[in-house]
C-alpha cells in the first residue's frame, strides 16, 4: 500500500511553469504506475496524464498534450508533473494516484493523494 503526498501547487500567471511532486511517504512505490488527475469546481475528476513503472510508457489528456510533462524517479519514490503554458483553464486540484495496472480513468486507480490546488490566473 501507497501513501501519496503532493506538493508543489500555487498560484501563476497565465504562460507561467508549475511542478508538481508526489511522494510515496511509505517507500512502497515499487511497481505501481502513477497517474496524475484534475477536478475543477463542479466538474468530474478528469485524466491529465500516467507514467508507468519503468518510465517508458505514459499518456497524457489532449488538452494538456505538449505542454505538460509526467515523470519519476523511482529511487526517490516519487512522479512529478511538469506544467508549462499554463492557461486559466488549468485551473483546479490536482491529484496523484496509484494503481497495479495502466489506465487513463479514474476508476482504474486505487490509491489516491490528497490533492494540491493550482490556480492559474489571466
Known amino acids: 500500500q501507497v501513501q501519496l503526498v503532493e506538493s508543489g501547487g500555487g498560484l501563476v500567471q497565465a504562460g507561467g511553469s508549475l511542478r508538481l511532486s508526489c511522494a510515496d511517504s511509505?517507500?512502497?512505490?515499487?511497481?505501481?504506475?502513477m497517474g496524475w488527475f484534475r477536478q475543477a469546481p463542479g466538474k468530474e475528476r478528469e485524466f491529465v496524464a500516467a507514467i508507468n513503472w519503468g518510465g517508458g510508457t505514459t499518456s497524457y489528456a489532449n488538452s494538456v498534450k505538449d505542454r505538460f510533462t509526467i515523470s519519476r524517479d523511482n529511487t526517490k519514490n516519487t512522479v512529478y508533473l511538469q506544467m508549462n503554458s499554463l492557461k486559466p483553464e488549468d485551473t483546479a486540484v490536482y491529484y496523484c494516484?496509484?494503481?497495479?495496472?495502466?489506465?487513463?480513468?479514474?476508476?482504474?486507480?486505487?490509491?489516491w493523494g490528497q490533492g494540491t490546488q493550482v490556480t492559474v490566473s489571466s
Open positions: 494516484a496509484a494503481n497495479s495496472v495502466f489506465g487513463v480513468s479514474k476508476d482504474d486507480y486505487r490509491y
Open positions: 511509505k517507500g512502497t512505490f515499487s511497481g505501481y504506475v
